[in-house]
């Protein structure tokens, strides 16, 4: 019994993720990316990574509770603090690293979509935006437990809107 838990531990730490941010899950940082995908996973384990997005408690994660970590590195990145960030500011921590700094312009120029040279908030949340739309099925902008469960399982739920 006690293997398989650390097995299935084992698996959420390699598997679950959430873009732009860090969750502890027992003790264990796990890093986020773009998707979690746990498709054995119980009520309890996918509670452990929905609670904390649902600050207010009400069963449903809307855009601003899902975006918390994007806004918060907007505001880090917009060092002026204009509302936008440009390329120097997206940029700045790998300068030095000509590999990073290749590929973290590349980000930058396919976000900024109205190609002005700068991003707003709208550009830098977009791919955030666009996962969270993608998750809620039924389009009432709030992505509730099932919804969420669902795809956390890979079985998204079809669109209903």
Do not use: H
């Amino acid at each position: 019994m006690k293997l398989r838990f650390v097995t299935i531990a084992a698996l959420f730490i390699l598997s679950f993720a959430i873009a732009g941010g860090l969750l502890l899950l027992n003790g264990f940082s796990v890093l986020a990316q773009d998707k979690i995908i746990a498709p054995g996973a119980s009520d309890s384990q996918i509670d452990v990574f929905f609670k904390p997005i649902d600050t207010n408690n009400d069963r449903a994660i809307s855009f601003e509770e899902f975006s918390v970590k994007q806004q918060s590195n907007f505001a880090k990145l917009d060092t002026d603090q204009n509302g936008q960030i440009t390329l120097a500011e997206y940029t700045v921590e790998v300068q030095s690293k000509p590999d990073n700094l290749a590929k973290e312009t590349s980000k930058f120029v396919s976000l900024d979509k109205d190609q002005d040279g700068n991003l707003t908030i709208a550009e830098f949340e977009a791919p955030r935006r666009q996962q969270f739309d993608d998750m809620d099925a039924n389009c009432d902008g709030q992505m509730s437990w099932p919804e969420f469960a669902a795809t956390v399982r890979n079985k998204p739920m079809p669109k209903s809107c």
